[in-house]
């Protein structure tokens, strides 16, 4: 069949020099001239990709991408926001029915499943049955888009990881539509899309916010990219992982500093890597700070393919289009880039991340050594050896069926207590005893498509679990351990291979299809260990195979998180603490005594090779996908709302309508300057949309657990953060609400705040409606990389209902910065080289900001005036990060939403 194409080779017949341009530009290029209409994509968009500058990129650009991707935690408020709009017109006499996604939108659940139940072959089945009953409304909501909504596929629970999905079925490398072939691209509601780079796709994470405004026709505009060139060089070395080189790189990267950025990774060492190997680098780009890591098709793209069932007239659609349009890497190209670095991935060594982000690289080597510097540092805690601790009972109580003694040690001088050491906890129960204290790993997790769509590290977890089982090595009795593979397919070659019973009889059951610990649904510790975590001020660890490790994300009840391979995961949870040397130390003894190390439970690379050979089917992809839009039992069962308009349930603590969109203006008002405004949280650096709007579980005495308990929901039934993203009234409290968020107009670790109008320390929410109460407005000072983290559009529809009119910090991070444009709120960063601090400012002072209402304009320098109580005043000046004249719209309607809504509402 003949289709059109935007032809990238008869530009450069007519002597532009396409062949000089980085793939992933000539993928924009292609976009923009595909689409090009004088009007919203223009002369002008073309020839700053056709001329592209690798250096000076300030010029914007526009992105229409083939289609949208979600996950439900982003999903459930954008099918909200959906339905809203669709109210909001059918109050305004218009049809409702009319508003759909222009591109098709996939929908993958995967973010709901929670580890309730572990380390036993029914834990699957009970965590499902949980699932269904904590999140029946948000799926109904779902299932009726399904019906409701044109352009609108849902992947049911159960199924898979959204990113895995796409990988290995969603994702097409071309597309044919309408009569045109064109490169397959995506935006997606979640920061890790960029995964699908691995095989040829450009994509990249945006907030919910611009995903929907994606999704109903708009382009997306957004600063032309310089791209930095990774190249490669080498093999993987014996002994190390494709997770030990993306940890690798995301040091490499963030060191030199990427945000904003595109890779492109070139290079003889990708003849040496497969499609999964590079799918774990690009999924982790927003660890890397950049937009996507690129690597074009060849190959390797092809043979992937087919080994996940693509059809052979896709692959051949593939290869022709790649080839006759200039995306087909050759290793040939003498490509022009803004810059480049190299690795030579001969120099790796097993790694891992942490203990609070991703680019904390630490060789395993040196663990034991930097968690002593780490528990000194941050905790004020003298390390010592396990075996020169002394025990000092200072408590001795019982407890969830327990018996505790609790150790803490204190170094002494004369009267004076210096450093407290190393705490520990003698826990009795049930016949067995042990000693939990700093550095226990409490959780162990293969979890995350980083590294589940990766069979080599799955199958290699798999066969070190059979090596330690033939040893006679158990895990450790405290580490909740768990399985969570990204898609069905894993459970099919582990299974083939006889690894997932060696994986179970370690306790690395299978718990769900989903992201689990990775996002925060790691489920409770069990009550003995939470107890003694609590009572014994422990700072304990969780070992996980996957992307993000920020403060209180895996648990809010772990303070170290560690990135590492799934293999990694499988040795560190046999050996239960984090301060040992891996490569010298026995990680156990067998029950006769005998030390078995490292070396004695590691496959080689060959044994891997083989096993995956053998155990991984092309029909297995066939027959996991065939039903993927099918749902198993419960959602076969699940009744839904039918018709074209959604019907609100104005009891529902799970959904409710936006309050953004009801009773909307047909015209804007003016913007106004910001007057008079109050601190409401003065932050440091690198706070992330965990610390903004945190996603996993929460207590009953926070503000969102007061609001559900007096809507009569129990404890037991609150579930997270993230499964009540469709509740504007649960999310506006649970913003700023991370337990380790630190506010520096108080003392009080959280979610908390002085209100300066009364001198109370009240809670984030509470503080902010006592300042609606007088009209106030309010501003949050902040450091470097402000809003790094998840694609999370609630971090910044949250800033916005609580009366937040700009954020002042040092740097953005890209997806949030967009977000709060995107929310009517206004981003600013500080003068070069200067921060709240060092211009003296302390959150007390009252704030004006003008240059707002005039003449507003891209990166205009606003003026910023803090006075102080004694009258004093601060002045600078600061930039509005508004980087499009189409984002100076979008704020003047109060959001890129408004916008379209009075739109599509002129045009009825």
């Not at 209902?801 to 997806?815: D, M, P, T």
């Not at 205009?860 to 002045?875: C, H, Y």
Request: hydrophobic content about 40%; proline content about 5%.
């Amino acid at each position: 069949m003949e289709h059109q194409i935007a032809s990238l080779k008869k530009l450069e017949a007519e002597g532009k020099q396409i062949s000089r341009l980085p793939f992933s530009i000539r993928i924009l290029l292609e976009n923009v001239l595909r689409n090009h209409d004088g009007f919203a994509i223009t002369d002008e968009h073309l020839d700053t990709l056709i001329n592209w500058d690798p250096v000076n990129t300030d010029r914007e650009v526009p992105f229409k991408p083939a289609r949208v991707l979600m996950q439900d935690f982003t999903g459930v408020p954008a099918i909200v926001d959906i339905a809203s709009i669709r109210a909001e017109v059918i109050r305004k006499g218009g049809d409702g029915s009319r508003i759909n996604p222009a591109i098709p939108v996939d929908l993958v659940i995967d973010h709901s499943v929670q580890v309730d139940y572990f380390g036993t072959n029914y834990a699957y089945l009970r965590n499902v049955e949980l699932e269904y009953e904590r999140n029946a409304e948000r799926y109904e909501l779902l299932k009726w888009g399904q019906q409701a909504l044109d352009n609108f596929t849902v992947v049911p629970p159960g199924m898979g990881i959204c990113h895995q999905v796409n990988l290995e079925y969603l994702a097409k490398g071309v597309i044919a539509r309408d009569g045109w072939a064109f490169p397959d691209t995506l935006v997606g509601t979640d920061s890790h899309t960029p995964m699908v780079n691995g095989i040829g796709v450009i994509a990249w994470g945006v907030g919910g916010i611009e995903a929907e405004a994606a999704m109903l026709g708009q382009p997306i505009y957004f600063t032309c990219p310089q791209v930095i060139g990774l190249k490669l060089t080498g093999k993987i070395p014996p002994g190390c992982t494709a997770t030990d080189m993306v940890l690798s790189i995301t040091k490499l990267l963030r060191d030199y500093g990427v945000v904003g950025k595109f890779v492109e990774v070139f290079g003889e060492g990708l003849d040496h890597l497969s499609v999964p190997d590079r799918a774990t680098i690009s999924n982790m780009s927003p660890e890397f700070g950049c937009t996507v890591t690129y690597f074009p098709i060849d190959k390797q793209t092809l043979e992937y393919m087919r080994r996940t069932n693509r059809s052979p007239e896709q692959i051949t659609l593939v290869e022709e289009y790649a080839k006759e349009n200039m995306l087909w890497r050759t290793g040939n190209e003498e490509i022009v880039y803004s810059d480049v670095l190299e690795l030579d991935l001969d120099t790796l060594e097993p790694t891992v991340s942490g203990p609070k982000r991703p680019q904390d690289k630490i060789l395993v080597k040196d663990l034991s050594n930097q968690f002593s510097h780490l528990i000194e540092k941050e905790y004020n805690r003298d390390y010592l050896p396990v075996k020169d601790r002394q025990v000092q009972s200072w408590l001795s109580e019982g407890g969830s069926g327990s018996e505790f003694v609790y150790e803490n040690h204190l170094k002494s001088t004369g009267i004076a207590v210096e450093k407290e050491q190393i705490h520990s906890v003698r826990i009795k129960i049930k016949n067995q005893e042990y000693t939990l204290s700093d550095g226990s790993i409490v959780i162990a997790a293969i979890t995350s498509c980083t590294n589940t769509s990766n069979p080599a590290v799955m199958v290699g977890a798999g066969l070190v679990a059979r090596k330690a089982v033939e040893r006679g090595l158990r895990t450790k009795s405290w580490v909740k351990t768990s399985l969570a593979p990204g898609s069905k397919v894993v459970t099919e070659y582990l299974e083939r291979a006889n690894l997932l019973d060696e994986l179970a009889a370690l306790r690395f059951h299978t718990v769900g299809y989903g992201c689990t610990s990775c996002i925060g649904n790691s489920g409770p510790l069990p009550p003995h260990i939470a107890e003694a975590v609590d009572k014994g001020d422990l700072v304990v660890a969780s070992v996980l195979s996957g992307n993000r490790n920020f403060e209180a994300r895996v648990h809010p009840q772990v303070r170290m998180n560690f990135l590492m391979s799934p293999m990694l995961v499988v040795v560190y949870a046999l050996v239960g603490r984090v301060d040992v040397d891996l490569l010298t130390d026995p990680i156990g003894y067998d029950p006769n005594g005998n030390p078995v190390y490292l070396n004695d439970i590691w496959p080689t690379q060959q044994e891997i090779a083989d096993t995956v050979g053998k155990c991984l089917r092309t029909e297995d992809f066939g027959n996991v996908y065939s039903v993927i839009f099918e749902g198993e039992k419960d959602w076969k069962e699940l009744v839904a709302p039918e018709g074209k308009n959604f019907v609100w349930n104005e009891q529902s603590t799970y959904v409710q309508e936006v309050p953004f969109f009801k009773d909307i203006s047909a015209e804007p008002e003016s913007i106004q300057d910001i007057r008079d405004a109050r601190v409401l949280l003065y932050l440091g650096d690198s706070v992330t949309t965990d610390h903004i709007s945190p996603a996993g579980s929460f207590k009953p005495e926070s503000s969102a657990g007061n609001y559900l308990l007096s809507r009569g929901v129990a404890q037991k039934d609150f579930n997270s953060y993230g499964s009540r993203r469709g509740n504007h009234e649960v999310m506006m409290r649970g913003t700023f609400a991370n337990v380790r968020i630190r506010n520096k107009v108080t003392d009080r670790e959280g979610g908390y705040t002085t209100h300066f109008l009364s001198g109370e320390t009240l809670s984030i929410y509470d503080a902010a409606m006592k300042y609606a109460e007088t009209h106030t407005p309010l501003v949050i000072l902040a450091g470097k990389e402000y809003g790094s983290g998840s694609s999370r559009d609630w971090a910044a529809k949250g800033t916005n209902l609580l009366g937040v009119k700009a954020v002042i910090a040092e740097s953005f991070e890209r997806i949030h910065r967009s977000n709060l444009v995107g929310m009517g709120v206004v981003p600013m960063v500080f003068p070069e080289g200067e921060n709240a601090e060092t211009l003296g400012l302390d959150g007390t002072e009252t704030f004006s900001i003008t240059g707002l209402s005039e003449n507003l304009v891209p990166h205009k320098l606003l003026e910023v005036k803090a006075t102080r109580a004694d009258g004093t005043i601060i002045s600078f000046m600061s930039m509005a990060r508004f980087d499009s004249a189409i984002e100076i719209e979008y704020f003047r309607h109060g959001g890129i939403l408004q916008y379209v809504l009075r739109g599509f509402l002129k045009q009825s």
